[in-house]
């Protein structure tokens, strides 16, 4: 049986109203209401009591999850799905900060200036602050942790898909420029025993990097360096990764941070560019609707953009860097290698 098309004003006021998705799916996730249920077929009333919240309140969030697909609901109670899983803390690429980040009064009162960003060409953080977005970021210590984790999270899932994609076997060195954590080497590094990595980020990371890279059993082969890579890149190695960074910017700054990498880069050096493609035409494929929602999440909170293959082409070359190859991976994500020109 198909399920009957909305008649368009009930579908516009769903749309209108659909703030209450990723409030819903970040109550779940701070309230570790997936945790408490788990592999389990629970009673609300057991999930309430163990999240320590009202019988009648969570039995209601639980029924918002149903309706989300994260979890499905049974004469013996309330159980996650396969997707709801991911919202569990302890899940194999977990995604619980995520839904922690999408949630954060910071993020909220960011989203409900995003008329004015449009009408202004401003972000967010220069609206509410009068500062760039990762000092504003930075304000904010609890934020920016889970806005790291969150990236870590999201990123060691397509690691391991760059590292299938990508051979490295002939690089010893690579620097991943705006690492983070560095969450993106340690499934390149343990795919390629014999190359050595660095991860370059702002200060505000080292902690979180040390770490991660200890707890991933590669802080042997790979370091941390603090650094701003509008000011220089560490030299000389033989790949620069270049993820989720140059999205983040405006044409200005990226050719500018592009170029440091320039700089840094030998002549047999390669640059590889990760970032998700944009299609030059929408045509309404599912995944649209990442691309268009991630694209007005950089024009609010960074200045930056998606692009085109085309742009991305366009931007290299005025940095000095040649595209070579393009790189598909098994996932969203795109591997542009570029060379010094
Ligand atoms: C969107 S995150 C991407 C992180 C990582 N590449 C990934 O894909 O998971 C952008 C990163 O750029 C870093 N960053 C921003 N400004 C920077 C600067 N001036 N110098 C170095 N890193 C910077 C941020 O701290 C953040 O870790």
Request: aromatic letters at 6%.
């Amino acid at each position: 049986m198909t399920t009957p098309e909305l008649p368009p004003p009930v579908k516009l006021s769903r749309l209108i109203m659909s703030v209450w998705v990723s409030q819903a799916l970040h109550a779940a996730a701070v309230l570790k209401i997936p945790d408490a249920l788990g592999t389990a077929t629970r009673a609300s009333a057991d999930v309430a009591r163990d999240v320590g919240a009202p019988h009648d309140t969570v039995h209601r969030l639980l029924r918002a999850l149903v309706v989300l697909e994260a979890a499905t609901e049974t004469d013996a109670g309330f159980a996650l799905t396969p997707m709801g899983a991911y919202l569990r803390a302890d899940a194999p690429d977990s995604m619980r900060n995520w839904a922690v980040l999408w949630g954060r009064p910071s993020i909220w009162s960011a989203w409900g200036r995003l008329a004015d960003s449009v009408r202004t060409g401003e972000t967010a953080p220069q609206l509410i602050a009068g500062m760039g977005t990762f000092e504003w970021v930075a304000q904010d210590p609890e934020g920016a942790d889970i806005f790291n984790r969150s990236m870590q999270e999201l990123t060691v899932r397509v690691s391991r898909a760059i590292a299938q994609a990508y051979d490295f076997s002939a690089l010893r060195t690579v620097v991943d420029v705006g690492g983070g954590h560095g969450a993106l080497l340690p499934a390149i590094l343990r795919a390629n025993p014999r190359l050595t990595g660095l991860v370059y980020d702002l200060p505000q990371c080292a902690a979180g990097a040390a770490a991660f890279l200890r707890e991933q059993g590669v802080a042997d082969r790979c370091r941390f360096e603090a650094g701003d890579f509008f000011e220089r890149v560490p030299a000389a190695a033989d790949a620069y990764l270049v993820k989720s960074v140059v999205h983040d910017w405006d044409d200005a700054k990226s050719r500018a941070l592009l170029a440091r990498c320039r700089e840094a880069m030998r002549a047999d050096s390669v640059l590889l560019l990760i970032e998700i493609l944009a299609p030059e035409r929408l045509t309404g494929a599912a995944f649209e609707s990442m691309i268009v929602g991630s694209d007005l999440n950089m024009m609010l909170m960074t200045g930056g953009k998606e692009r085109t293959e085309a742009q991305y082409r366009a931007l290299l070359e005025s940095a000095g860097l040649a595209v070579a190859r393009v790189v598909p991976t098994p996932g969203a994500m795109s591997i542009v290698e570029a060379r010094r020109n």
